[in-house]
């Protein structure tokens, strides 16, 4: 996968593996990791998927509809190429936070949704439920932090709501925070994830 690694100053920091939405690329969330926590290392990923030529991570049939099929095969693609980064870069495969969002932030819901050991928490800025009717792993001790917009078009309050219950019922300690700018990722929301972050660490 295409994808570019920086090592970070503190060896006690994650790797932030980062997961940009609809039409970016592996740069966009590099300044907002740097908000966050400017001294971890940074694994930034580009989708492997083109839609009208912007990349994404899995394919979609319509808005707000995945194509489940695609979403399995490329969540274990990218849980697969996470190993292989972490021999190549030398990092530590149990301590990777993502920070996704949008369509990053569901192929990150998705990893957590499919393999308990994927990460060791999760920063999703404006997620959707990945999939429903499976049985998620045991998130015992994972840290989840979901911004959320009480008038986002695109991810309802209640789609937020049933994937921080979700999460919940899997045993992750859970956050939700909640903007009222729609689904644009905003500064309000970021500086809450870095409390959150810092409170957690």
Request: charged share 20%.
């Amino acid at each position: 996968m295409i994808h570019l690694f920086q090592k970070g100053t503190n060896p006690s920091s994650p790797t932030f593996l980062l997961l940009h939405g609809t039409g970016g690329t592996e740069q966009d969330l590099i300044p907002l990791a740097s908000e966050i926590d400017k001294e971890a290392s940074i694994l930034s990923v580009r989708g492997n998927v083109l839609e009208n030529g912007m990349p994404r991570f899995f394919k979609r049939l319509a808005e707000g509809v995945f194509d489940e099929e695609d979403l399995i095969f490329r969540t274990k693609e990218l849980s697969a190429f996470l190993d292989q980064a972490a021999e190549e870069h030398h990092f530590d495969r149990n301590n990777i936070i993502a920070i996704g969002y949008s369509n990053g932030a569901n192929i990150a819901a998705s990893l957590l949704f499919h393999y308990q050991d994927a990460l060791q928490g999760a920063i999703l800025h404006h997620p959707m439920v990945p999939r429903r009717g499976i049985d998620l792993p045991d998130l015992t001790g994972r840290n989840i932090f979901i911004a959320a917009g009480m008038n986002d078009p695109i991810c309802s309050s209640d789609e937020s709501k049933e994937l921080y219950k979700l999460l919940e019922q899997a045993n992750a300690n859970a956050t939700i925070y909640w903007g009222n700018k729609g689904h644009q990722l905003t500064n309000g929301e970021v500086e809450a994830a870095a409390t959150w972050y810092w409170n957690n660490k």
